[in-house]
């Protein structure tokens, strides 16, 4: 359009180019609007990239931005709805998940910062705990996800630890990380490991004893694995 209107001025007569002028100063405007509002849009915005990563035993890739919450990337993208969300500012614990095998507030970190990682959620612990049992006659190993619990799991039944279940998933995923790090815990060890995860239901005592059984039982389970 620019060059257009300039070729147009250029054959009019002389009393029309100030016109013609006007008209190109009004249209450079015009083209310069919108582009300037697209600049301040998207201005210090994170482009989409691909992103991969080993999600509770399976390698898998995503097209996001990188400063997505990984929370959100695994309850919106991969339907893993078992990472709660709770407080999204890391206090409460409701969304904590096993990065190389350390507990990580999911609310809180970027996917992108989870680039070739190891992760684990609520729904991996039964398929990860199977693939340990499946070498040894004397340990259950089934085939359906919904018919075997991980110790952790079944312990916090046992015990009736579970309340309203919004924090569950993030106290089991904490329990499982102190207990892989230290299989022998005291009570101040299982407080200490348990700190990052809130309960608003009740007290912790029987948080407290569901881990004290689920580590007798994974010791129980490693002596008999020699």
């Known amino acids: 359009p620019l060059?257009?209107?300039?070729?147009?001025?250029?054959?009019?007569?002389?009393?029309?180019?100030?016109?013609?002028?006007?008209?190109?100063?009004?249209?450079?405007v015009w083209l310069k609007?919108?582009?300037?509002?697209?600049?301040?849009?998207?201005?210090?915005?994170?482009?989409?990239?691909?992103?991969s990563f080993v999600l509770n035993g399976e390698s898998v890739e995503i097209f996001v931005v990188p400063n997505m919450p990984l929370a959100d990337v695994l309850r919106d993208h991969f339907?893993?709805?078992?990472t709660k969300i709770?407080?999204?500012?890391g206090d409460c614990g409701a969304?904590?998940?096993?990065?190389?095998?350390l507990t990580v507030n999911s609310c809180l970190i970027p996917v992108g910062k989870v680039q070739g990682a190891?992760?684990?959620t609520i729904?991996?612990?039964?398929?990860?705990?199977?693939?340990?049992?499946?070498?040894?006659?004397?340990?259950?190993?089934?085939?359906?996800s919904s018919d075997y619990l991980h110790p952790s799991q079944q312990a916090f039944i046992d015990q009736g630890a579970v309340q309203c279940g919004l924090c569950i998933p993030g106290m089991i995923m904490s329990a499982k990380a102190l207990l892989d790090q230290n299989?022998?815990?005291?009570?101040?060890?299982?407080?200490?490991?348990?700190?990052?995860?809130?309960?608003?239901?009740?007290?912790?005592?029987?948080?407290?004893?569901?881990?004290?059984?689920?580590?007798?039982?994974?010791?129980?389970?490693?002596?008999?694995?020699?």
């Open 123 to 144: 729904e991996g612990l039964n398929r990860v705990d199977r693939q340990f049992n499946a070498g040894h006659d004397h340990l259950p190993s089934k085939s359906s």
């Open 183 to 226: 299989p022998e815990p005291d009570d101040a060890d299982i407080r200490k490991g348990m700190g990052g995860n809130l309960c608003r239901c009740t007290g912790y005592v029987k948080i407290e004893k569901a881990v004290r059984q689920a580590a007798e039982v994974l010791r129980k389970q490693k002596g008999e694995n020699g």
């Open 86 to 89: 709770g407080c999204r500012s």
């Open 95 to 101: 969304c904590t998940v096993i990065v190389n095998g």
């Open 118 to 120: 190891d992760i684990l």
């Open 3 to 28: 060059k257009y209107l300039f070729v147009q001025a250029r054959s009019e007569a002389p009393e029309n180019i100030a016109g013609k002028f006007c008209q190109l100063c009004l249209l450079a």
């Open 79 to 82: 339907h893993l709805t078992g």
């Open 33 to 51: 609007s919108p582009l300037k509002f697209l600049q301040e849009k998207f201005r210090g915005k994170a482009m989409p990239e691909t992103i």
